[in-house]
């Protein structure tokens, strides 16, 4: 990483308050080159708190923006961080409402050129996609990472219809644990107070929604570019990782927008930008990528940017098992189109007559993260276990290497005789001494097989010939390894298991998986520059005598037959800021199954978190538990907030709703 200090401008950082039409004022932090020349705004908007969680990340890239010549802007989500106004659900229609007029605002600045791009990884790389979709007149470019054209069947609710147990729960708890903490009266003044109390009375767990849409309807529509991505007229650079869940956006958007108006870009990253160097690498000069972007679409700079190819994906070599990498093997690639004319599909016919597929509720239990970040134990380790829990079907490389690139597909032959149940499919790579290491995977709802708009039962005793896609990869089978397809039932705690599911009869005569094989090609002009950025802003992480807890804990009781997975998901912990603030984070997720009972299943997650300023004495502090359960007919949730000042409880609710299993 190399940090700069030198920059072509010199630099200024100021925060403001941006009024909407309603007469709401949002929270902004500033940064501009100082220069009369009027400059295009770059805008980040989401509701991650700028005044300490994302400041670090913040203080990386928005200095940097600037100091090429550029305003470079982060602003909070009303009810968020210190903006006024009171929380929504994510993405509604306020909220795009709010960035539509933050964008017109920026336009008009006597120091903004009138021309605006947008940025953001996860929340902000949705949003700018769905602010591009309203197609606001200054927002010429966007760069949008991690994130997704559709709500519905790829974000963290559902994926191939199935409710996904571990971020359906896992993120619905910490939107809970963030919505609740307080403004900063550093920030806001006197008023911190009143604003804290008036949002949390306004406070709804998303969970209460996200459960009650549990196919692809109108709710998930909304804010789904992919409903018209014809909408989108900004210029956009779709960038993706191998090891994000939403990298499938890339394909999709390099596939449907124009041509001329879009590049993608995939590298075998995590949920992280490319630039911070976190594993799996090889990190890459994101920031200067992305101003190659902005060079060319709002200040009418040749680049060579569009010269590029179309889509830019990184091939991983083949590579052992492990939870973390810090650098993956492999090479960039580049494709002139997408569909490509590289890649063709080749199927892989299964054999071996009918085969019962019953796992146990405990397969999934070495599925990994679902969003991982960097962190020590968030990949999957070897999946020979997981495999012994399924039915496989192997295909030896033999001569040349195999290489993939785009989304697999399985076509199954199947017997149920039950109404609901659920079929999941993973793709790993066998090495010769045996080891197993997980490529890519894919669910299907067998109630959601004829459409993720509708819930159909199975016909008991029916056989049915299914067919799904897996997440996109990009991946060479060397010879000697063997790939192989393995088949499960059940895929927890990722996927919450079907009320009453037993299983299916797989015909393996009639199935088959079919691989993007992509012909080889050297693409040796793809290349980029070493990672950069600003300095970094200096907060400190406190060393802590206290033992830290496992990352990733997996606890067999093996006389009740009962698996628990613990988790901590290492958002950031305890960290001192340089404007005196002691920020103090801490969560624990609880996922619980029993072997042979698909209605034991249970999450849990307790969040705490203290904001404390010594200097003034403020000191807050939150705590939240959320848990969800089900019988056979409902899901049952239930979500607590406590929230003290100086150690007086000021607020405490519980919620505890039913919400009808129609399709998960």
């Not at 090891?243 to 394909?251: A, I, S």
């Not at 039932?489 to 998986?513: K, M």
């Not at 901590?568 to 305890?574: F, S, V």
């Not at 199954?593 to 978190?609: F, H, K, N």
């Amino acid at each position: 990483m190399h940090i700069t200090t030198d920059f072509p401008y010199e630099t200024t950082r100021e925060d403001v308050r941006i009024p909407l039409p309603d007469g709401t004022r949002l929270y902004a932090r500033v940064w501009r080159p100082v220069t009369e020349e009027p400059v295009p705004a770059l805008l980040e908007y989401l509701p991650y708190r700028l005044g300490d969680w994302t400041a670090p990340r913040d203080a990386q890239r928005h200095p940097w923006y600037a100091g090429h010549g550029y305003a470079s802007v982060r602003v909070d989500v009303r009810g968020h961080g210190n903006s006024e106004g009171l929380p929504g659900d994510e993405y509604d229609a306020t909220e795009l409402d709010d960035g539509v007029a933050v964008i017109h605002w920026l336009a008009q600045q006597e120091w903004c050129s009138g021309r605006v791009g947008m940025f953001g990884i996860s929340w902000g790389g949705f949003n700018s996609l769905q602010l591009a979709a309203l197609a606001p007149e200054p927002l010429k470019a966007v760069v949008t990472v991690c994130s997704t054209d559709d709500r519905y069947d790829n974000d963290v609710h559902y994926m191939g219809g199935s409710v996904l147990a571990v971020d359906m729960h896992a993120w619905a708890a910490t939107m809970l644990a963030f919505v609740s903490r307080p403004p900063d009266p550093a920030q806001v003044g006197d008023a911190w107070k009143d604003m804290w109390l008036e949002r949390l009375e306004a406070v709804d767990p998303f969970i209460h929604t996200w459960l009650a849409h549990q196919t692809r309807d109108d709710y998930w529509k909304h804010g789904s570019v992919c409903e018209d991505y014809g909408s989108i007229r900004a210029n956009v650079l779709a960038v993706g990782g191998w090891h994000d869940p939403y990298r499938d956006t890339v394909l999709r958007l390099v596939e449907h927008l124009d041509p001329s108006r879009v590049r993608g870009l995939i590298g075998p990253w995590s949920h992280q930008y490319p630039d911070r160097g976190l594993p799996p690498g090889p990190a890459i000069g994101f920031l200067q990528e992305t101003l190659r972007w902005w060079d060319q679409h709002l200040k009418g700079k040749e680049t060579g940017v569009m010269n590029e190819p179309l889509l830019r994906s990184w091939i991983s070599g083949s590579h052992p098992p492990a939870t973390v990498y810090d650098t993956l093997p492999g090479r960039w690639v580049g494709d002139a189109r997408w569909p490509s004319e590289n890649v063709s599909p080749v199927a892989y016919a299964l054999a071996g007559g009918e085969r019962i597929v019953d796992s146990p509720q405990q397969t999934g239990v070495d599925a990994g993260r679902f969003f991982p970040f960097g962190n020590e134990a968030d990949l999957p380790p070897d999946q020979r276990d997981e495999d012994a829990k399924s039915v496989s079907f192997e295909f030896p490389v033999e001569g040349a290497p195999i290489e993939i690139l785009g989304r697999p597909r399985v076509k199954l032959r199947l017997r149920m005789d039950v109404p609901r149940g659920q079929a999941v499919a993973r793709l790993c790579d066998v090495a010769p001494d045996g080891s197993s290491t997980l490529v890519t995977r894919g669910v299907l709802n067998l109630a959601t097989r004829h459409g993720r708009d509708r819930a159909e039962d199975w016909t008991p005793g029916a056989t049915e010939d299914v067919a799904f896609e897996l997440n996109a990869i990009g991946h060479t089978f060397p010879p000697g390894h063997r790939i192989r397809l393995a088949v499960s039932s059940s895929y927890w705690p990722w996927i919450w298991p079907q009320a009453g599911s037993a299983g299916f009869v797989l015909d393996a005569d009639g199935s088959l998986v079919e691989l993007p094989v992509r012909r080889h090609t050297e693409d040796p002009a793809i290349t980029f520059g070493e990672p950069e950025q600003a300095e970094p802003l200096g907060v400190v992480f406190p060393a802590t005598l206290d033992e830290q807890r496992p990352e990733r804990l997996v606890v067999r009781d093996v006389a009740k037959g009962e698996w628990r997975q613990e988790v901590d998901p290492r958002y950031g912990g305890t960290r001192l800021y340089p404007d005196g603030l002691e920020f103090t984070e801490d969560a624990l997720e609880t996922y619980t199954i029993q072997e042979r009972d698909p209605l034991s299943a249970r999450t849990r997650s307790d969040w705490r978190i203290r904001l404390h300023r010594p200097d003034t004495g403020w000191d807050a502090e939150v705590e939240t538990r959320s848990e969800i359960t089900a019988d056979e007919h409902d899901f049952l949730t239930f979500n607590e907030v406590v929230c003290k000042d100086g150690g007086e409880i000021v607020f405490h609710r519980t919620w505890e709703k039913r919400i009808p299993r129609t399709a998960g």
